[in-house]
């Protein structure tokens, strides 16, 4: 008996002196013979336990032995190959023991169970002639390896030369060899014979776009030293002519390029034409299929368009065709997104976007599998506002801040008009903006929010967010008003955010009218020099816009502007997450390739300029990382 994991089998008197011990401290009152019955009922069901977790394993020999013989009866074994081959096979069978049950396979270009005829000589050349064309030992070993009857020991026997002319014979005479099945090997062969052939040639890509290159490759043997020329045919038409020396007994292998026009499937033919006799013409050529589809078509949608300007001209010498449309001139329906191969972001917040077409870009990768490519700049990833988007759903990095190097203690001020003209689904997606940023900062940092129409109005305290729950609801009482009126709030949140300590204090004004009094660009600029700025929030047609934007300006945060009230959540996520995250890097680095990818094929050597600077993410379990930073 042996043991499949003995490593547990020492813990087994272990846990049983384990259990001794135990027992001899008890002081439970039972009489003694009690004691030691439990003591050994106890011992026996841990080592048993044991026992199962090193698996024992009971062997056994059979004297039942199995041969299977795999001859070679191609065409390239000859007249005289096949009358050896015969008669090796013949004394293999004669010498073995009369208990071994022995089979035979003939291998060619397709195996077949062979039985031992008084006419084998005739029958092995008529074989030779319908099936002999290729030398297929790797599905011969399989074909014999499935015919082995069950108990048994199990051998393999190749009679041959051992030249395979497809197929992956050392793969699988390994695979047989795990299987318990030993593969020997007996040479035979005929007299040499002048062959030059064709031993494979492929296409390193079966599927390409119109106007990209492909590679041929084909492996060339011949039986002597020969000169061929190579002759390939594309679709019949003869496209390239080489003349090359081929070695003696050797393999070599001949690359060639096509750049296939127009689409459809293309048939490259490769004809090899020895200048000396060749006995097996047939072996002679080889045939690969290319699949050649159209131009690559990928729509970049930026507000910027010299953004994408080099990416452009690259992906143009790729033949690849790049269309740059602005958010509001993006295609709006599944069918008009299916023209296109993928989809660039760049230089484009989530708020310009709009919740719906980010639905609609998910559902065209999901379900089309369209491709989505994201430019890091700051306008994207989490600066962009695209942190709990159906966008953030996709990308392979998290867009959070990465590392406590990114933390900062931060104290964010939200000043939101409750005038009349805010009522209903205007302050309704409001509340929901303060609430999604409460969600982006973190539970030790401070939020407050303040409401104005003709008064301030204090709804959540400048507070710590250990209760996000909390906070969610007192921003849900908040209910529209009358008037328009911001100093008040606006004092409010700069006196509540003097009163804490953060490294970072900011401030969101968001309001779609006309604000009474006046002196907000001083205001802003007294804010500023206290170590807090301001970002502002103009919605719909009537909004002051002129004066939010000089309140940003002096106050130095963003202006924004929008007439969807639905794309107020993003713009506070974002302006949040710029402000209080330092998720842009603005420093030259080099990348580094940490992982092999594709898209890097080739450039692993590459020296390439240092780059400027990147935007900060966190990488998701399944995401493959080609390049990180040094």
């Known amino acids: ?146 015919l082995f009857p069950p108990g048994s020991g199990k051998n393999v026997v190749v009679l041959g030369d051992g030249t395979p002319t497809r197929g992956e014979m050392d793969r699988v005479a390994r695979d047989l060899a795990a299987d318990g099945i030993l593969v020997h090997a007996l040479a035979v062969a005929g007299e040499p014979r002048p062959d030059v052939r064709v031993a494979a040639f492929s296409a390193a890509r079966t599927q390409v776009r119109e106007g990209a290159s492909v590679d041929l490759q084909a492996e060339l043997r011949s039986t002597g030293a020969e000169v061929v020329r190579l002759r390939l045919f594309e679709d019949g038409l003869e496209v390239e002519s080489r003349v090359l020396e081929l070695p003696a007994g050797a393999s070599q292998t001949v690359h060639f390029e096509r750049t296939p026009s127009g689409r459809g499937l293309r048939a490259f033919r490769l004809v090899a034409e020895p200048t000396g006799a060749d ?37 143009a010498a790729e033949e690849v065709q790049v269309e740059t449309v602005t958010p509001e001139r993006a295609p709006r329906t599944m069918d008009q997104l299916a023209a296109y191969d993928g989809v660039i972001l760049a230089a484009v917040p989530a708020h310009r976007l709009g919740e719906e ?83 982006v900062l973190d539970r030790m940092d401070y939020l407050g929010v303040f409401a104005f129409d003709s008064e301030g109005k204090v709804v959540v305290p400048m507070t710590r967010l250990t209760s996000k729950a909390a906070v969610a609801g007192q921003i849900a009482t908040l209910s529209a008003g009358g008037g328009t009126n911001l100093e008040p709030a606006l004092q409010m949140a700069r006196e509540a955010l003097g009163r804490v300590k953060a490294r970072v204090k900011h401030i969101i004004v968001l309001t779609d009218g006309q604000t009474a009094g006046s002196g907000y660009e001083n205001l802003a600029s007294l804010c500023r020099a ?101």
Request: charged share 20%; aromatic share 6%.
């Open 357 to 439: 077409w980010m639905k609609l870009l998910r559902d065209y990768v999901d379900r089309l599998g369209g491709g989505l490519l994201m430019l890091g700049d700051s306008q994207t990833f989490g600066v962009g506002g695209y942190f709990q988007t159906p966008v953030e759903e996709m990308l392979p990095v998290r867009l959070r801040a990465p590392d406590e190097e990114e933390k900062q203690s931060a104290a964010v001020a939200l000043v939101i008009d409750r005038s009349g003209s805010m009522a209903g689904e205007k302050l309704e997606t409001a509340k929901s903006a303060a609430m999604a940023t409460a969600e």
């Open 279 to 315: 006995e097996l013409p047939q072996n002679n050529e080889g045939l690969a299929l290319v699949d050649v589809q159209g131009r690559l078509r990928w729509l970049a949608v930026t507000l910027d368009s010299d953004s994408v300007a080099g990416l452009q001209r690259a992906m």
């Open 530 to 630: 206290e170590g807090m700025t301001i970002s502002t929030v103009a919605i719909g047609e009537g909004s002051h816009v002129a004066l939010l934007q000089a309140m940003a300006s002096a106050g130095g945060g963003q202006a924004y502007s929008t007439l969807d009230a639905a794309g107020i959540t993003r713009i506070f996520t974002q302006d949040t997450l710029m402000h209080t995250s330092n998720l842009i890097r603005e420093e030259p680095f080099e990348a580094q390739v940490a992982e092999p990818h594709p898209m890097i094929s080739g450039l692993e050597k590459w020296n390439a300029p240092p780059l400027l600077g990147y935007v900060k993410t966190l990488r998701r379990a399944a995401a493959q990382v080609p390049l990180v930073t040094a």
């Open 1 to 146: 008996m042996d043991w499949q994991a003995p490593l547990w089998l020492p813990l087994g008197p272990v846990l049983v002196l384990l259990l001794v011990w135990v027992d001899q401290k008890s002081v439970h009152a039972m009489p003694v013979r009690r004691r030691k019955l439990l003591l050994l009922v106890r011992s026996l069901a841990v080592l048993a336990v044991v026992a199962a977790l090193a698996g024992p394993v009971v062997e056994t020999h059979s004297s039942r032995q199995a041969v299977g013989l795999v001859m070679d009866l191609s065409q390239s074994m000859g007249q005289d190959g096949l009358e050896r081959v015969l008669n090796a096979e013949r004394d293999l069978r004669e010498g073995l023991p009369s208990t071994s049950e022995v089979f035979t396979v003939a291998l060619g270009a397709q195996p077949t169970l062979w039985r031992p005829e008084d006419d084998a000589m005739n029958l092995a050349r008529a074989w030779q002639i319908e099936h002999g064309a290729d030398s297929d030992y790797a599905e011969a070993l399989r074909f014999a390896s499935a």
